[in-house]
């Protein structure tokens, strides 16, 4: 099954929402009030990831028009397949190419760099050219790449492989999923382990 563009994206939004959710705290119950008792007043805490993202608010929005968080250095990677041809979709902020998001473009320099961006292991697989778009609809500057194989031997492909942390050091994360009919593998890539394993 080939993922559309809109729909990778939809995949990634939901993604990040599974992501979100894993990191919330557990509701603990409360004894409902006795009767004729004032209504208790709800405790509030200081959030520490709220804290630092008030003090990275360039670098970190909460929820965006386009419902995910433009984090320099962090990235967003869907990876299809239909039969032999596989399909991926990058989602970054356009400074972790080293560009300026106030200009909103790709240049020669880094377009060029950008075939080796992203890899599959094993396969005999051919790369198409990758096509990159600017897109700024959530309110900040974002890149985002599409890339296509054709392989000889499509079950043969092992990997998914982010090349990029060493063509761009800014990167750091790497959220990585790969979608098929029957199955849905996650995980996040680094400098140390760029390879997300698809068998």
Not at 139 to 155: E, L, N, Q, S, V
Request: proline letters at 9%.
């Amino acid at each position: 099954m080939t993922l559309p563009p809109v729909r990778l994206t939809m995949t990634l939004l939901a993604l990040g929402l599974l992501a979100a959710c894993g990191r919330s705290e557990p509701v603990q119950p409360v004894a409902p009030p006795e009767a004729g008792a004032p209504e208790p007043v709800a405790e509030t805490r200081e959030d520490p990831a709220k804290t630092e993202t008030q003090d990275h608010a360039h670098d970190q929005d909460e929820e965006s028009a386009g419902g995910t968080a433009h984090v320099h250095g962090a990235a967003d990677l869907a990876l299809s397949r239909e039969g032999a041809a596989f399909e991926a979709e990058l989602i970054s902020p356009l400074a972790n190419f080293g560009l300026s998001e106030a200009d909103g473009v790709f240049t020669d320099v880094v377009t060029a760099e950008l075939s080796g961006l992203i890899e599959l292991v094993g396969g005999d697989c051919t790369p198409a050219v990758p096509h990159p778009e600017v897109d700024t609809s959530s309110g900040h500057t974002d890149g985002h790449i599409h890339a296509t194989w054709t392989c000889a031997d499509p079950d043969r492909v092992t990997a998914l492989r982010f090349a990029g942390f060493t063509a761009f050091p800014s990167f750091e994360t790497v959220n990585a999923v790969y979608i098929t009919d029957t199955a849905q593998k996650a995980g996040e890539l680094t400098p140390s382990a760029p390879e997300l394993s698809l068998k």
